[in-house]
């Protein structure tokens, strides 16, 4: 039997307020942000933490659940993932990327379409910089059984 698959990803914020995109090697050389999948006995926030320091060398605080989305197949992506995505700070610009990226930039949100950034990454990174005007509000809840 098939199962989604369940991934964490982290939309960073330098101390100017940029967000960190990363060419992919993985994902046809569009940009998209750092994270991956939650292994097994792992906890979203830990996976997230641990696929950052892995893809950028980055420590990563102020986490906050921002977006939790699926996509069923897509033009973009031939799978069922369902993304986990958090937004985050860091202290750091020095990024030291692994073999998963091959170029980075810390790019303001009104930069988006100088970038080719996956569709994905894209209407989410989207979200968050028209969050204040936009007509869809979510509100997450935590602790339900």
Do not use: Q
């Not at 170029?103 to 379409?113: K, Q, T």
């Amino acid at each position: 039997m098939e199962y989604p698959e369940v991934v964490v990803g982290a939309v960073i914020l330098n101390p100017d307020d940029k967000v960190l995109i990363c060419r992919s090697t993985k994902w046809n050389k569009k940009y998209i942000i750092p994270g991956g999948h939650i292994e097994l006995g792992e906890g979203m926030e830990a996976a997230l933490k641990r696929e950052v320091m892995e893809e950028t060398g980055l420590e990563i605080y102020d986490v906050e659940l921002f977006s939790l989305k699926d996509s069923l197949k897509s033009s973009d992506l031939d799978k069922h993932f369902i993304f986990i995505d958090y937004l985050c700070r860091t202290d750091s610009y020095e990024v030291t990327l692994n073999d998963e990226a091959d170029l980075y930039e810390w790019i303001s949100l009104d930069e988006l379409d100088e970038y080719d950034i996956g569709t994905f990454v894209k209407k989410l990174l989207e979200e968050l910089r028209d969050k204040n005007t936009s007509e869809y509000k979510t509100e997450i809840f935590y602790g339900f059984n």
